[in-house]
């Protein structure tokens, strides 16, 4: 690590300049300077909101829960949608798990739909169960996005208490994404016949979401299941062109 | 875009809505002291026992509009059966405060340090061009013109706890039940398609540098991420905010994972 290239960019850091905070932020990320953390605490102020974005992200990279919870969490209090968004990302990446009752107020009652996603994507990285109630609440949320993701989230809970929730509300929505999300988190949580039924969701999508679930089918797999799988990829393969590459692709991640 | 009124051009945008209002001069000026005089014509003579004038009635029509405008938002088709329910109720609400300021300030037009205060509030309402919700405006803008509308009447709070104050305050929290509901009801997660097509030139691009041809049925949802990922740093360093938050939804609609696409 070239420590007069991490001098200059926290030189950079220290100047009015908001375009050069930025790009000095990014870089020190990159090089994961560590050192940067207190120039970037001294930015939590910043009156430019890119500034604050880019420190709310980097402090997730290069912070530690115990050193920059404090100023992750007033970050969460940004009037900036993104720097909220990445504020609270970053609480997830530095599994800051002391952090999640202020994560679940963000799930519920953030006015913006990405920063409830990202809290409902946080607290499941950070197996929150406590956040159950929360969750279940952000099933019913009026952005899809948020609802996708809180499926999500239950399935990597592990909570099987929540399949009958999950089973019901399947049989309502709408949303293609919502109802893979749920199919996978039932099969997450032990209900084998729920993978049939999201390969079966992948005829009627467009190319787009179907590699979506497709890519999630594959995330959530488990090895005794991994030939269904595989002859629906191969299926895809033979069947639908647009989807080839996409198919080929995820059957060289499965393996023989 | 709206344009942001600053200054004088402020006071002008006041006073041409006073003037749509019908009144006289007092509404020229912007300044706290013009609010209060102005609140206090309307309730020692000129308009004792009538319905608000001048600046305050611009204020109420312009949330009034802002209201008509999230009623719209109603007739779309995505809105879910439970996002439209609590929509009518949040509307409900809204305007049944409304009504209610009109009724109670046509009995409470005596109170002049109340509406003092209102008027200093309906000044800075009349005077923030983001209050104004036109009948074509874009449904994004309609949360933004509630906050606004809403910081105008929390920003000057009257003190007293009259019956006109306490009509004010609720038509306050009403909007801001509105504005949570609009928020709440808007898309978050979305596909961003320019994004994406970008991603996927970008990819085919680069394996053209590496002497691969790509077709875009070629380039898998994994190279798109890669690409997103790469634009993102691309907004982050330049400051882009609008495209960087884009980029951000984008890669959750398409379910990029940070562990399997990361550059590290």
Known sequence: ?256 | MRLLVLGFALTLLAACAGSRGGTHELHLQKTEDGARREARASSDGTGAGSAPSGTEAEALHRMENAISAAERLLRSEDLLDEERETLIQSLGGARAALDQYRSTRLREAERAATLGVIGVAAAAIVADDATVVGVADDPLLIPLALAALVTGIRSNSPSARDELARAWLDLGQQLEVLRKTVAMTSRGNVIHNHLVDEARNRAIRRAAATGVALTESHVTQELLCDELEHMMREFRRSKNIEEWKKAISTQKGLKCRPSRHSRE
């Open chain 1, 1 to 256: 690590m070239d420590s007069q290239e991490i001098d200059a960019l926290l030189a950079l850091c220290r100047t009015d300049s908001a375009e050069g905070q930025c790009r000095a932020i990014v870089d020190l990320e990159d090089m994961r300077a560590r050192e940067a953390v207190p120039v970037l605490l001294g930015l939590v102020s910043s009156p430019d909101a890119g500034v604050r974005a880019n420190v709310a992200s980097a402090l997730g990279k290069l912070g530690s829960c115990e050193s920059v919870s404090p100023a992750l969490l007033s970050l969460l209090e940004d009037p900036e949608a993104l720097v909220r968004v990445n504020a609270t990302q970053s609480l997830g990446d530095l599994r800051c798990t002391e952090c999640a009752p202020r994560l679940r107020q963000v799930l519920t009652s953030d006015p913006d739909a990405l920063v409830r996603l990202q809290a409902a994507e946080t607290l499941g990285t950070l197996k929150d169960r406590a956040a159950l109630p929360s969750m279940m609440s952000a099933l019913r949320d009026p952005d899809e996005g948020v609802r996708a993701q809180a499926a999500e989230a239950m399935g990597q809970l592990g909570e099987r208490v929540v399949m009958p929730e999950l089973s019901a509300l399947l049989a309502t929505e709408r949303s293609s994404l919502v109802r893979a999300s749920l199919l996978g988190a039932l099969y997450q949580l032990g209900d084998e016949a729920a993978l049939a039924l999201l390969l079966d969701e992948v005829e009627g999508m467009d190319d787009q979401t179907a590699a979506t679930v497709l890519n999630l089918a594959m995330e959530v797999i488990r090895p005794p299941h991994a030939a269904l799988l595989r002859s629906r990829l191969e299926v895809l393969v033979r069947s639908r062109q647009t989807l080839t590459a996409e198919a080929e692709s995820l059957l060289r991640r499965l393996g023989p």
